[in-house]
């Protein structure tokens, strides 16, 4: 049965209105909401979702309901649940398919199953809601609670779907058309991407993209001497002298050429402080792209070595001395995920076969992920301590890792064969992106190109950040819902 989750961030608006930075972003925020306020006092917003925690979804909410609370609106976030751990096999395979993989077949039964547990599930909200509040239903597990609820109830409704693929296949076709009549229901819908919109939902669709929390622990701007404690203490680098704060319990590792993960610095420091340093941070997922980057690396390095400097001097000691990070979570954390593991293993075995000088100028790092707070501050620094970060997916949804290194003002390499990646960054604007992800030349080139124009990073930096902060924020994310809100004939009225 479903279930309300207690939302109890103490983050306020005013909170982040003490950063100079992002008071402008706050007030636009403020402004955007004046206008509505009345025409929702009366009004719930129900957030519906399948999980409270784990997945980006489950990890955005407490953010948006927190600050659209602070801003005046009356929010609730409701997880649907059920006994039938079939309903969730079923959804899972719809999720699959919306991603383009699995068997295409659904049966009957899938849809009496799919139907059942969101019938009893509405019973929750029948009991809650009332006529003229508003309905947020989160991906596809919840989709069917609309048409059942306005059996009854007369409400606003929106389905906020977070996934997608930018293809049609005997798959996305198969998923699409299983969710017709429970989506074609809804007043409006809301996507991460034009690509994702299914033809029967494009009349009535909106856009609005991912966001990141600039307070966050992942995404807080580090001072100094913080960035240097926390890849200290997490191991990463050898401290440079005294440090206030101790070790953390759990430390990242570094693989070694015996192909066993050791503590990162135990053989010596990496050089995260003052070397060039392209870094990936990922999920070890074989999407993620990380063989090809570990592969097309190793063969500039390899290049190189065999004469290929450049003429200029600065230039050539960047070539010499560039490393790269490819980190991930630590396996413990992903003992449930053969396939992450699976990724893992290909990337040691790839990485041991190399010659011992480029082994050197790559570490394969875990991170663990015990302490979230710690993580997250971990993938921080490391962001920071980055030249350039790489995502190179072969296929990606959004990349909030893209958006989190922009908000740093890191340059990025990404590619325009994935969806999520060419969302974000316009090439030669706010990085490069390149034609195709497993191709080792166009990704030594292109980095080979970037490490090599110093001003040109300079200016990628600056424009990222901008566009971050225009599009990216948790921030522009809201005003773009209000936005929504605004344009609901009922809501407008
Ligand atoms: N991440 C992390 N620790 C890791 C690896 C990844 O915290 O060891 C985070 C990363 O910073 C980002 C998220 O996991 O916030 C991944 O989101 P993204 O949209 O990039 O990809 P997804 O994993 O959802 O496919």
């Not at 999980?51 to 929010?75: F, H, I, N, S």
């Not at 989160?138 to 293809?167: F, N, S, V």
């Not at 600039?214 to 913080?226: Q, V």
Request: aromatic residues 8%; negative net charge.
């Amino acid at each position: 049965m479903a279930f309300q989750v207690e939302v109890r961030s103490p983050i306020r608006l005013a909170d982040f209105a003490e950063f100079a930075h992002l008071v402008a972003a706050v007030q636009a925020l403020q402004t955007e909401a004046q206008p509505l306020l009345p025409k929702l006092a009366d009004r719930t917003i129900w957030m519906v979702n399948s999980t409270p925690t784990g997945g980006g979804v489950a990890e955005m909410l407490p953010t948006m309901v927190t600050l659209l609370r602070d801003l005046g609106l009356r929010v609730e976030w409701v997880v649907i649940d059920t006994e039938e751990r079939g309903f969730f096999d079923v959804t899972k395979r719809i999720h699959n398919l919306l991603h383009g993989q699995g068997d295409p077949r659904l049966v009957p039964a899938d849809r009496e199953l799919f139907e059942s547990v969101n019938r009893q599930n509405a019973a929750f909200l029948r009991a809650r809601a009332r006529d003229g509040d508003v309905l947020i239903v989160h991906d596809p597990q919840p989709l069917p609670l609309a048409g059942m609820l306005q059996e009854e109830l007369d409400l606003t409704t929106i389905w906020r779907c977070h996934i997608g693929l930018d293809d049609e296949t005997p798959a996305t076709r198969a998923a699409w058309e299983f969710l017709h009549p429970y989506a074609r229901v809804y007043e409006h819908a809301v996507f991460s991407a034009p690509e994702y919109i299914p033809h029967y939902l494009s009349s009535h669709a909106t856009i609005i993209y991912p966001a990141i929390d600039p307070l966050s622990f992942k995404n807080r701007e580090l001072g100094l001497h913080h960035t240097v404690g926390v890849l200290a203490n997490s191991g990463l680098t050898v401290a440079p002298g005294p440090l206030v704060t101790p070790p953390y319990e759990r430390l990242a590792e570094r693989l070694g050429p015996d192909g066993r993960f050791h503590p990162a610095n135990l053989t010596g420091d990496f050089g995260l402080l003052t070397r060039p340093i392209v870094t990936q941070i990922s999920r070890w997922d074989g999407l993620k792209g990380f063989e090809p980057l570990l592969d097309a690396f190793a063969r500039y390095k390899q290049r190189l070595l065999q004469g290929g400097w450049s003429d200029h001097p600065r230039h050539r000691i960047r070539q010499e001395i560039v490393r790269l990070v490819l980190a991930g979570p630590d396996p413990e954390s992903i003992q449930d995920d053969p396939e992450g593991q699976g990724v893992l293993n290909a990337l040691v075995e790839r990485y041991r076969s190399l010659d011992p000088l480029i082994q050197e100028s790559i570490a394969i790092v875990t991170l663990p992920m015990q302490s979230p707070e710690e993580n997250a501050y971990m993938v921080n620094a490391l962001q920071r301590a980055s030249s350039i970060v790489v995502q190179n997916s072969l296929r990606e949804g959004f990349g909030l890792t893209i958006a989190e290194a922009m908000w740093k003002r890191v340059p990025i390499l990404s590619n325009r064969q994935a969806c999520g990646p060419r969302q974000q960054v316009r090439d030669g604007v706010d990085g490069r992106l390149i034609a195709d992800p497993t191709s080792a030349r166009e990704l030594a080139d292109t980095l080979d190109a970037m490490l090599a124009d110093e001003a040109g990073r300079q200016v990628w930096a600056r424009n990222a950040q901008r566009r971050v902060y225009n599009r990216f924020l948790v921030f522009a994310q809201l005003c773009e819902w209000l936005r929504l809100f605004a344009q609901l004939p009922r809501l407008a009225a």
